[in-house]
């Protein structure tokens, strides 16, 4: 388990070199087979910040909204979607042999970004900041969130930068129709009449 934690501390600091640009971030990861099966544990290494977001926006929305089955599916189905979008992805742009380095630099740099999501509910939370401005932080995750995709993927995949681009934005869209369906399958059906 301390060799675990060890791995994700350094392609968490591997992860930071990359999206500020920064040399030398290679040595932070681990893109042998064994270390694609590793990087799964970010999932785990998320989990918490994932249930302080999913509490935050609950009690922000003062109940409106439930969170829990739903979110906790979209969240675990995500970790098995983008790597396979990520395939396909990869197929198309000819970048095959770089598939498992971009899982790899993916899924550990999706918890700094789980990291950023929870510091502005964090903020709201402990009433920092309003519901106009965590609107506003949100959106601008949007944004950040995309930013760190292509970044990724540029660096993963080696392609040019349009080339980049587009292959993160499959996993993307393959993101937003997971959640699309899982939202409808969980929606209670109308009674007709």
């Not at 790899?104 to 309003?130: E, K, M, R, Y």
Request: aromatic share 12%; net charge neutral.
């Amino acid at each position: 388990m301390m060799r675990l934690v060890a791995e994700a501390w350094l392609a968490l600091q591997g992860s930071w070199r990359i999206l500020t640009f920064k040399d030398g971030w290679e040595e932070n990861f681990d893109t042998s087979m064994g270390g694609l099966w590793h990087s799964f544990a970010a999932a785990i290494f998320a989990l918490p910040l994932v249930a302080l977001i999913l509490l935050s926006a609950w009690h922000g929305s003062a109940g409106e909204r439930s969170y829990g089955l739903e979110d906790f599916l979209v969240y675990s189905l995500s970790w098995v979607v983008f790597p396979l979008a990520a395939s396909l992805a990869a197929h198309i742009v000819g970048a095959r042999g770089r598939w498992a380095a971009w899982v790899v630099l993916h899924n550990w740099s999706s918890i700094l970004l789980f990291a950023v999501q929870a510091s502005f509910w964090t903020l709201f939370l402990a009433g920092l900041i309003n519901l106009q401005v965590l609107g506003i932080l949100s959106g601008l995750y949007g944004y950040l969130r995309i930013l760190v995709h292509w970044r990724i993927a540029y660096i993963a995949l080696g392609t040019p930068t349009i080339t980049s681009a587009a292959a993160c934005a499959v996993p993307i869209l393959a993101a937003k129709i997971m959640v699309i369906l899982i939202s409808l399958a969980m929606t209670p059906a109308i009674p007709a009449g």
